[in-house]
């Protein structure tokens, strides 16, 4: 299981849910010196980045960049696919085209979570939905035509109305019926939507793609009441080796809750591998 860090850019908002948020290379430096595997990049366009400058970065302190996440495309570009504009939305379809393209450039995938939008109060259910199932199939198609797959996260209930369980992501992921759409859990959502973490994971089994851990506060692994050793345990019981990102709140300070949350999963993991050898 590789672990990685979730950041974004100095000049991303504040409103963006990530660890670091800086300069790119000195971010990537220390999460390379912290021992992490890789990053997940917070990005509010495609043109944010210069392709070249980040694949220099991640080779030169030798980690992955799994995943961009698309957060700050509803939080800061105010983009979404329930939107009841169809010029927004279909800002929000080409905005999250683009990040395909350019996770190709990295071997990346796609996450698909708040931009996913919601319901409003004075629509209907059934219109709302057929608005992300048409925008989320035609992000698939072209994403599939770049071999990269596209994430939905559920998100939890104070966030959104829409998709909020990992039992709903399911039922979701089987309606819309796309090859390259996969479950990204939140255990921090899963923690306050799901009857049970551990039976939703296996109940999701391969289609979990990719995961973001947080404690129960969303601080780091470790300083909740979240149990992680059986966590990680359902995870290899559904033989999951991809990464988990830590996504959580950068408290008392960005540092220190990202040593804290390596050190932590790191000796879990370990555990974990003992107990399997026993
Ligand atoms: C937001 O709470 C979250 O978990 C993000 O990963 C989704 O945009
Ligand atoms: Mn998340």
Redesign the pocket.
């Known amino acids: 299981m590789k672990i990685g860090l979730?950041i974004a850019p100095a000049k991303a908002s504040p409103l963006a849910?990530v660890v670091f948020r800086d300069d790119l290379e000195v971010s990537i430096k220390k999460v390379s010196e912290l021992g992490y595997d890789g990053i997940e990049l917070a990005l509010r366009d495609a043109e944010e980045v210069n392709v070249a400058e980040i694949k220099d970065l991640i080779s030169a302190y030798g980690l992955e960049l799994p995943v961009i996440?698309?957060?700050r495309v509803?939080s800061e570009a105010r983009l979404w696919f329930t939107h009841p504009d169809e010029k927004v939305r279909r800002r929000a379809i080409n905005t999250i085209k683009g990040m395909a393209e350019l996770a190709e450039q990295f071997g990346a995938n796609v996450?698909i979570?708040?931009?996913r939008g919601y319901i409003p109060d004075n629509e209907d259910k059934i219109v709302v939905e057929e608005r992300f199932f048409s925008a989320m199939s035609e992000c698939a198609d072209l994403a599939s035509e770049h071999g990269v797959t596209l994430l939905l996260?559920p998100?939890?209930r104070y966030?959104t109305n829409f998709i909020n369980s990992v039992t709903e992501g399911l039922e979701i992921l089987h309606r819309l019926g796309k090859e390259n759409v996969k479950l990204?859990p939140?255990i921090?959502?899963m923690n306050i939507e799901d009857v049970s973490i551990t039976d939703s994971l296996r109940e999701a089994g391969d289609r979990v793609s990719y995961i973001?851990f947080a404690d129960s506060n969303r601080w780091a692994p470790g300083q909740g009441h979240l149990n992680f050793l059986e966590i990680i345990g359902a995870l290899k019981s559904i033989s999951y080796d991809g990464f988990v990102t830590v996504?959580m709140l950068p408290e008392p300070e960005p540092d220190s809750a990202a040593r804290t949350a390596i050190d932590y999963l790191r000796k879990v993991i370990r555990e974990s591998s003992s107990i399997e050898s026993q």
């Open positions: 979730a849910f996440s698309t957060g509803f996450n979570g708040r931009v996260e998100i939890n966030e990204m939140d921090f959502h973001h996504e």
